[in-house]
């Protein structure tokens, strides 16, 4: 109450000033931050669920509906069994089926490692990574694409 008295504060203040100086017992934080902790761990808990059901979904797909994820020029590039310079134009002009092409190949060769289609190893490892590498090449055409607009 000196307090008060000494910085000139009417007396009905004075109330509200014990009320700030005094230390808070943490109940407080405690109560707003539950319901933070639970909207949290229900997004975690959404997205590991989806990612879950996305992982099951790709590891049951067949092989024909790994084809019909390709783009029409990528699919005729593959049944030719040689890529061609339309090809390659086409992922330049497009570098979103380009991305989605690369995944495509990756799946491709998951699959036939998954299901032990022959395929040399080596093979597969080769088609992951320039499916990698065609992957990083779209991503940045796409990033160069946009920022120029």
Aim: hydrophobic content about 50%; overall charge positive; aromatic content about 8%.
């Amino acid at each position: 109450m000196a307090l008060a008295s000494d910085a000139g504060l009417p007396s009905t203040w004075e109330g509200e000033l014990s009320a700030f100086s005094r230390v808070s017992s943490g109940r407080e934080s405690t109560a707003i931050l539950i319901p933070i902790q639970v909207a949290i761990f229900l997004l975690i808990t959404a997205v590991m669920v989806n990612w879950f059901v996305q992982m099951h979904q790709r590891n049951s797909r067949s092989w024909e509906a790994i084809l019909a994820r390709m783009s029409p020029a990528c699919r005729l590039a593959y049944t030719s069994s040689a890529p061609s310079e339309a090809l390659r134009r086409h992922w330049a002009q497009t570098p979103r089926a380009a991305f989605r092409d690369a995944g495509a190949l990756m799946e491709m060769a998951e699959y036939a490692e998954r299901n032990l289609l022959g395929e040399d190893p080596a093979k597969l490892q080769d088609i992951r990574h320039a499916a990698l590498q065609l992957r990083l090449a779209s991503t940045g055409a796409m990033i160069r694409r946009f920022s120029l607009r």
